[in-house]
């Protein structure tokens, strides 16, 4: 085995071992291209934007759901994220779990920027759980979908030292408004919750130890 190989197999352990989703899962599912434009503003979308807790009982589409994701941590023009981050050093993670998408099965899936592609870490629906460990609000498991973001600490750390968790709480911020405002823009609302028991989230989400969740954005269409 060359030595590039090895070390690529190397690494490749090294992410399941940590309980990472494998970039070669054969669950690795790609996701419709992401459009650039729309028909509603920015503008529009900051003025419509309201925190939702009433969802209808209605699917997302997959092409929704992508695009929900690449608005909160995708590629822009420039090759980098949607959202800035301190030092381009990308300490956040995605994670949608799904109970209602058209054409997608129930599961938890961690999407993959580079790719657009979402990785099936366990088909288990997991949002009555998730909504038990946020503290029981219970509004949570109605969405179609809840988008859980959490970080890699140590990605910033290595350059930012003692300002790591100053720079990592203001980049989530930036992309929980990316998909807030495309949410809006989709004919879609978000709702937004912080309050959760952070070990128990963290096991339900199969995160490895270096990893911590930092926000639930539950999506889905407003309620009649």
Same mark, same amino acid.
């Given at each position: 085995?060359?030595?590039?190989?090895?070390?690529?197999?190397?690494?490749?352990?090294? /992410?399941?071992?940590?309980?990472?989703?494998?970039?070669?899962?054969?669950?690795?599912?790609?996701?419709?291209?992401?459009?650039?434009s729309?028909?509603?503003?920015?503008e529009?979308?900051?003025?419509?934007r309201?925190?939702?807790?009433?969802?209808?009982?209605?699917?997302?589409?997959?092409?929704?759901?992508g695009?929900?994701?690449?608005?909160?941590?995708?590629r822009?023009?420039?090759? &980098?994220?949607?959202?800035?981050?301190?030092?381009?050093?990308?300490?956040?993670?995605?994670?949608?779990?799904?109970?209602?998408?058209?054409?997608?099965?129930p599961?938890l899936y961690?999407?993959?920027?580079?790719?657009h592609?979402?990785?099936?870490?366990t088909s288990?629906?997991? &949002?009555?759980p998730?909504a038990?460990?946020?503290?029981?609000?219970?509004?949570?498991?109605?969405a179609?979908?809840?988008?859980?973001?959490?970080?890699?600490?140590?990605?910033?750390?290595?350059?930012?030292?003692?300002?790591t968790?100053?720079?990592?709480?203001?980049?989530?911020?930036?992309?929980?408004?990316?998909?807030?405002?495309?949410?809006?823009?989709?004919?879609?609302?978000?709702?937004?919750?912080?309050?959760?028991?952070?070990?128990?989230?963290?096991? /339900?989400?199969?995160?490895?130890?270096d990893?911590?969740?930092?926000?639930i954005?539950?999506?889905?269409?407003?309620?009649?």
């Open positions: 085995m060359s030595g590039k190989r090895s070390l690529a197999f190397v690494a490749l352990a090294a /992410l399941l071992a940590a309980g990472a989703a494998s970039p070669f899962s054969d669950e690795s599912i790609a996701l419709p291209p992401p459009r650039h729309g028909t509603l503003s920015v529009a979308a900051m003025y419509q309201s925190t939702l807790r009433n969802y209808a009982a209605e699917p997302l589409t997959l092409d929704e759901m695009q929900l994701l690449w608005a909160a941590q995708g822009s023009a420039s090759g &980098r994220r949607t959202a800035p981050s301190a030092g381009a050093l990308y300490p956040l993670e995605v994670h949608a779990l799904v109970g209602d998408v058209s054409g997608l099965s599961g961690r999407y993959q920027p580079a790719e592609r979402i990785a099936l870490v288990d629906d997991l &949002r009555k998730l038990a460990a946020a503290v029981a609000q219970n509004w949570i498991a109605e179609p979908v809840v988008f859980v973001i959490s970080a890699v600490y140590s990605r910033t750390e290595k350059k930012y030292g003692e300002r968790h100053r720079y990592v709480h203001i980049e989530v911020g930036h992309a929980a408004q990316n998909l807030l405002l495309q949410a809006v823009a989709l004919g879609l609302g978000g709702g937004e919750a912080g309050a959760f028991r952070d070990e128990e989230l963290r096991r /339900l989400l199969r995160l490895p130890a990893e911590a969740p930092l926000y954005l539950p999506v889905g269409k407003p309620r009649s």
